[in-house]
């Protein structure tokens, strides 16, 4: 079955620590992309990347970092610079092209907790 | 500045209603829009990606009205397992960051026996 996947589905973390949670997806889409939702909030843009060993900042980058080694891959570090981590993590993927639809997949989330 | 709103609701409705969602945006450059359902605690499903001219999918209808920047969706007929969290989700014309998705904070809909 085609998807995608992340990991782990909750994840806890002590206050100072680094932390990378995954994403993996065999629809050969070209893009990914990282969201966070926060409770009663729309999704908000971490980071995305377009293509392999390329990625870019979204709205809320600080305190994040991404690698995008591999086109089945972005894994997401939210590092101790992120003052307020605790939230819902989403990725998702799309195919690009000439398009304007190009709808976005979103694996299961990460609901990370900071202790 | 809100790009993309909602009503938040809750919508109460019996089952077998009809319901209707608007959601207005703020950038007329805006090239894209989908309705995504959310249910509790799990990730955003596409529902719609909304046409210009308007598109039907069984119970559900779809609207944009480009003039004054606001997208419709309709449901009819409405079943208990509809109950959900509808985001309304615009995208920027194709490229770069203004290509990537805006979405609303959603609007709750609770579908009652």
């Known amino acids: 079955d085609g998807g995608i996947t992340q990991s782990p589905k909750y994840l806890f973390r002590k206050e100072g620590q680094n932390v990378t949670l995954s994403c993996e997806q065999n629809l050969n889409h070209d893009a990914m992309y990282w969201y966070r939702q926060d409770p009663g909030q729309g999704l908000r843009l971490i980071y995305y990347?377009?293509?392999?060993?390329?990625?870019q900042k979204g709205d809320i980058a600080e305190g994040y970092s991404v690698s995008r080694e591999k086109k089945e891959s972005f894994p997401l570090t939210v590092t101790s610079a992120q003052k307020n981590p605790t939230a819902f993590y989403l990725c998702?993927?799309?195919?690009?092209?000439?398009?304007?639809?190009?709808?976005?997949?979103f694996g299961p989330g990460t609901r990370l907790t900071v202790l | 500045r809100k790009e993309v709103e909602q009503d938040p609701g809750p919508f109460n409705v019996p089952e077998g209603a009809t319901v209707a969602f608007n959601c207005t945006y703020s950038?007329?450059?805006?090239?894209?829009f989908f309705w995504y359902r959310q249910d509790c605690r799990k990730e955003p499903k596409l529902l719609m990606s909304v046409y210009s001219s308007g598109n039907e999918d069984g119970r559900f209808t779809a609207q944009l009205n480009r003039a004054s920047q606001y997208i419709s969706l309709l449901i009819r007929d409405s079943k208990l397992s509809d109950s959900a969290t509808y985001l309304c989700v615009a995208r920027g014309a194709y490229g770069g960051s203004q290509g990537n998705l805006i979405f609303g904070k959603g609007t709750k809909l609770s579908v009652k026996p």
């Open positions: 998702a993927s799309s195919p690009v092209g000439l398009s304007s639809y190009n709808e976005q997949f």
């Open positions: 990347s377009q293509i392999v060993n390329d990625f």
């Open positions: 950038n007329s450059a805006s090239q894209s």
